[in-house]
């Protein structure tokens, strides 16, 4: 790794503090936002040509999952978990003379864990995050935040990160144990001080091991700027947080503010840590992946990218990101290198940076440089099963006692059900484990509604929820909940996301128009053609928004083309009425980021923004109600597939051993292809016979 200063001290640092500290000339602060300067243990200079490789190491979308451990099924899951990216930190370390490890954000939100010491024992402001913990064993050099850092509000955020957030609500003199690196964020502003809310960028000086031309190892010094921007969606994402608080800039307009900073004061190499993916439409400074443009800024030389919890490079044969200027095989996004590392800490990216040494500056030479993907997953055993990289042995005891404090919250007793609640068949017309969520959440908003919003109490309150867990993570990424007792873990499980309770006014034409959205999730099927057909499309399945209720009755045509599926719609028997108006329970991210499914859900169409999160909600539901019942509560299905007649197979994944479930939902039209559907996800091939 790159070498560290004898005495050295890294700050998440609010701008205005930044440049008070000075600590024996090894932290200086840099002008334009308060960025800190972290230096190394000094190198003679050299007046003669040299090279070295700088190996970028990235982590992203590690969502808090520390150990390989899966809290909804209490059970160890080595398909993931930062104890095993921990292990390709240290090997990646062992084969580079030169690295420099960052996190791209959405870290710390997305387990059992993380809900424990944010919300049900909250850490003390002395406490390091568990997931901070953690990522201290490796030595971090710096990270940025994503969207769901915003989940648990500004003033959690506040402490974990080490206080001196300048913002309304907030103590900005909180002095908290942090996260241990420098955290940067370029476009999402304070309100209260119109300043970025965190230090824009930094530049941090190391020392590179490089070589002369004479072929003889020497020391030089470098100065590596970092800068982080995160999706301008959290202000709708988290508005009940955010509104009033602070603002968002596109990630371009704040690349072109802040790199030509960086640059003049000395910064040999910039590396733009995005939290957002690759989108092929127009720009706009609300763009939720913008790495297609932010890699165009001039001065950027590397790139990280998360969020969409994808690949790249992609070596598949179909790779997810084909959009021109992506080139997957030398991994560079219009010339940048770029990497994306899956999520969950199943990957490690890797950048390798050609340096050039001119005698007196840095430059990177791109068609020398490279990106690769080093993965958790090594391959398979004799038997077919999959082998996964050792954890690290020093990561698992740093978080022990939270870890087990966690697993005996989340065994908390709360009902009973008699049948298996699961997401595995949803796609094909199972509603076990989304009708409770529905359930839950209209009796939640209907009895608000007619205690508290009069004005809305003649109109009929409805619900959708979706398969939150779909399969794409692999086998194990499905909603499963045995028959039996149920507990908080398995509500958790029902209901993945921290998100809160919102009700909106739609209207029937609004309902279609929102069904035919949700309707993506399927790909054309020709029912002439011979051939094997793919089921569901690349859209995602926590975006299958679905009614759980007889209420509600429709049919989705997978032969039509997009825009045209939802046929015979129906409430209370009767063709539904364009005109009627209707209140529906969703979420906050659906209610006022859905308008890609109708215009209204940008907000305007909310007439409650609830205060408690939908897991919650379940929660409560089942304890009123402890005996949980298929005829009650799983088996109520609102739509089905037009009944077509195919030429050949129409198939689709799940997972393995599971043909039993979908027999016990009366799916009878779904049968078993093969075991091992060839993607690498552990998932088995199925049928569905549409004509059934």
């Known amino acids: ?404 404090a966690t697993i005996t919250y989340v065994k908390t007793p709360i009902g009973n059900t008699d049948f298996r609640m699961s997401t595995l068949f949803a796609d094909v017309g199972d509603p076990g484990a989304i009708q409770i969520v529905n359930q839950a959440q209209q009796d939640y908003v209907a009895s608000y509604i007619q205690a508290n919003l009069p004005q809305y109490a003649s109109l009929p309150v409805l619900s959708v929820s979706a398969p939150f867990k779909s399969g794409f993570q692999g086998a194990t990424d499905y909603t499963d909940v045995a028959a039996g007792p149920l507990a908080i873990f398995n509500a958790a499980d029902l209901y993945l996301y921290p998100n809160t309770v919102y009700a909106v006014k739609v209207n029937g034409a609004d309902i279609k128009d929102w069904l035919e959205a949700a309707a993506k999730r399927f790909n054309q099927i020709d029912p002439a053609k011979t051939a094997e057909q793919p089921l569901i499309s690349s859209f995602p399945g926590y975006n299958f928004d679905m009614f759980t209720s007889a209420d509600v009755q429709y049919e989705i045509d997978v032969t039509q083309p997009v825009g045209s599926r939802i046929q015979n719609l129906r409430y209370l028997g009767q063709p539904i009425d364009p005109a009627k108006e209707f209140v529906i329970a969703t979420n906050n991210y659906r209610a006022t980021s859905g308008k890609s499914f109708i215009p209204k859900l940008d907000g305007s169409a909310t007439i409650w923004a609830s205060p408690d999160a939908n897991r919650d909600v379940v929660v409560n539901y089942i304890r009123k109600n402890v005996s949980i019942t298929r005829a009650a509560n799983g088996a109520a299905r609102s739509w089905r597939f037009t009944k077509v007649t195919t030429a050949g197979p129409v198939v689709f994944s799940s997972g393995p051993n599971a043909l039993s479930v979908a027999q016990a939902a009366g799916l009878a039209n779904v049968s078993l292809l093969a075991a091992d559907d060839g993607s690498g996800k552990g998932t088995s091939k199925y049928a569905i016979d549409l004509s059934k």
């Open 1 to 404: 790794m790159l070498e560290r200063p004898s005495l050295s001290v890294s700050f998440a640092l609010q701008p205005a503090r930044a440049g008070l500290l000075v600590l024996l000339g090894v932290l200086a602060a840099c002008g334009g936002g308060g960025s800190d300067v972290v230096a190394p243990t000094p190198a003679t200079p050299l007046s003669t040509p040299a090279s070295a490789t700088l190996a970028v190491l990235e982590t992203t979308d590690l969502h808090f999952n520390v150990r390989s451990y899966d809290y909804f099924k209490l059970a160890e899951d080595k398909s993931f978990g930062f104890e095993r990216t921990a292990a390709l930190v240290r090997q990646a370390r062992k084969d580079f003379a030169n690295t420099f490890l960052v996190d791209n954000g959405d870290t710390l939100q997305g387990t059992a864990l993380a809900d424990y010491e944010a919300l049900v024992s909250p850490i003390p402001c002395n406490q390091q995050s568990s997931m901070f913990k953690a990522m201290g064993a490796l030595g971090y050099d710096a990270g940025t935040v994503g969207n769901h850092e915003f989940n648990y509000g500004l003033p959690y955020l506040n402490q974990v990160l080490g206080g001196g957030l300048d913002v309304a609500g907030v103590d900005a003199s909180l002095k908290c144990a942090g996260p241990g690196y420098p955290v940067v964020l370029a476009n999402v502003l304070s309100s209260k001080t119109q300043k970025p809310l965190l230090q824009p960028y930094t530049i941090i000086e190391r020392t590179l091991v490089a070589t002369g031309a004479d072929g003889k190892e020497l020391k030089l010094p470098i100065k590596i700027g970092v800068i982080g921007f995160a999706p301008p969606g959290i202000m709708n994402w988290d508005k009940r947080y955010l509104d009033g608080k602070l603002s968002t800039t596109g990630a371009v307009e704040a690349a072109t503010q802040y790199v030509p900073e960086m640059r003049a004061k000395g910064a040999d190499v910039v590396l733009a840590l995005l939290h957002g993916g690759l989108d092929g439409a127009a720009y706009s400074p609300t763009m939720e992946n913008p790495g297609l443009y932010v890699s165009k800024v001039a001065g950027i030389d590397a790139m990280v990218m998360g969020h969409q919890h994808g690949v790249f490079p992609d070596t598949a044969a179909t790779p997810m990101y084909a959009q021109p200027g992506v080139d997957n095989k030398a991994g560079t996004v219009n010339g940048v290198p770029a990497v994306m590392a899956s999520s969950w800490g199943k990957a490690l990216g890797v950048i390798q940076l050609a340096l050039q040494w001119d005698g007196s500056k840095w430059s990177v030479n791109n068609s020398a440089s490279k990106a690769q993907l080093r993965n958790i997953l090594t391959g398979k055993d004799a038997a077919g099963k999959n082998l996964y990289v050792d954890p690290d042995p020093s990561v698992a005891p740093l978080i022990e006692a939270q870890h087990q």
